[in-house]
DNA sequence: CGAAGCCTTGATGCGCCTCAACGTACGTGG
DNA sequence: CCACGTACGTTGAGGCGCATCAAGGCTTCG
């Protein structure tokens, strides 16, 4: 896309504020708009028909979502809820069509992007099937520090509220084992939270334990 | 696509047949085709370093697969083995990006092939974090009598081979559980199996299961 | 006809969920 | 700014679902 048709393009978009904690989109709605995420965190969240749910993913600022239209679906596929204060632009769901239509690589470059989700979710898919609970929420904390991490004097803090209850519903286990596993982490040197918040100290360390390691210094 | 540009594109093709148990392409090899299968079945493995594997789909007729070069990659995600002897359509991978550009339908339609696999993924995820073993095996067998189910006087018989380990490599539990569960299920007249063999008697009954449901015919 | 691969079934144990109770930080309204 | 309520976090006790270990039977194929 050269850059008078990009700015045309962002000229249609509206831009939004959500607050912290309020929902953009809920599972099953009618899709009538894709997203792009300016600044911010947010939770995308499947729900079971019996209540339970699982955080699919966390989006960071400079990415896509709610591109039901991309994968010719016309509800949203989960929730999508801000972490934290967050600015996004929307596009109405129809000129999905059209903007395909004109720019091919737009195609080819969504292609990208949810080949890269479907690869991070079998990748999650495998570790749930095949490893245990400390290594996948080890897994998760390391992923979390990467995607959004801030270095401070301690070490890599997730930049956004993270409650033991979130991280469980990432790793498939209840609040009360990960809450046990950072207690004894911390005891560890590894990592420091506090309420909301989780600062990683010892990446490496937490890398031997997500790789099913012995942590001889323990 | 137009019927002579399809016939052009075919005429690219290169057919193969692999026989039974053989090897299509293995989890990081170099991606040097995609491919489309015109019969037979398929079985997709993703493997963990120290050789734990789970099966991430079984792809039927029609389907394409191996297509790597569509999400920006240079090497095959998973291996891809034949289920049964399978006739298979290939192209070299750099007429991807040729074809994509001529016709960009190809890449809107890849999205949603992407995009389906994306959500089926998903909700697997969903299922093994949130429920029991033998939902998840009942789901599982649901999924395949749907999918590659073929009627019986019987019931509905899974169109090939496959084994108490394949099921657990399916829905991450192993072979004995699964067995017991075949066992039990076969003596209670839901399913009736043999070596590599499984045929859905009550289909309704497995629904019940997978979704949670006491059978109170039991 | 033997050997390998697949399936079955029991016994045992443990990883993690569940249930329960209490401590602690936060923010909200008086 | 303090008091209170609510949401979040911690920690223990107990139990169960399922993996693991073990041993033997059956089917298929060379």
Redesign the interface.
């Known amino acids: 896309m050269e850059k008078d048709e990009l700015s045309e393009f962002l000229s249609k978009a509206r831009s939004a504020r959500y607050p912290k904690d309020s929902q953009i989109f809920g599972q099953g709605e009618k899709a009538e708009a894709f997203f792009l995420l300016l600044d911010g965190h947010i939770r995308v969240l ?1 729900i ?1 028909p ?1 209540g ?1 749910q ?1 955080i ?1 993913r966390y989006i960071s600022s400079g990415e896509l979502f709610g591109i039901a239209q ?4 016309d509800t949203y ?2 929730n999508a809820i801000a972490a934290v204060d967050c600015v996004t632009l929307s596009w109405p769901g129809k000129l999905w069509h059209e903007t ?2 004109k720019y ?1 690589t737009f ?2 470059n ?3 992007v ?6 991070e ?2 990748d ?3 570790e ?3 490893e245990r609970v400390e290594q996948r929420v080890a897994s998760a904390l390391l992923k979390l520090a990467n995607q959004a991490g801030k270095k401070t004097e301690d070490g890599i803090l997730i930049d956004f509220p993270i409650s033991r209850q979130d991280i469980s519903e990432m790793t ?1 286990t209840t609040l009360h084992t990960v809450s046990r596993l950072l207690s004894s982490w911390e005891h560890d040197g590894l990592v420091k939270s506090s309420r909301k918040k989780i600062t990683v100290i010892e990446g490496h360390r937490l890398l031997l334990l997500a ?2 390691m012995q942590d001889k210094d323990r």
């Open positions: 499947r079971t019996d339970e699982i699919a991309a994968i010719g679906r596929p989960a395909v239509e091919p195609a080819t969504t292609n990208k949810i080949g890269g989700r479907l690869q979710t079998q999650r898919l495998l749930l099937a095949t498939g790789n099913g």
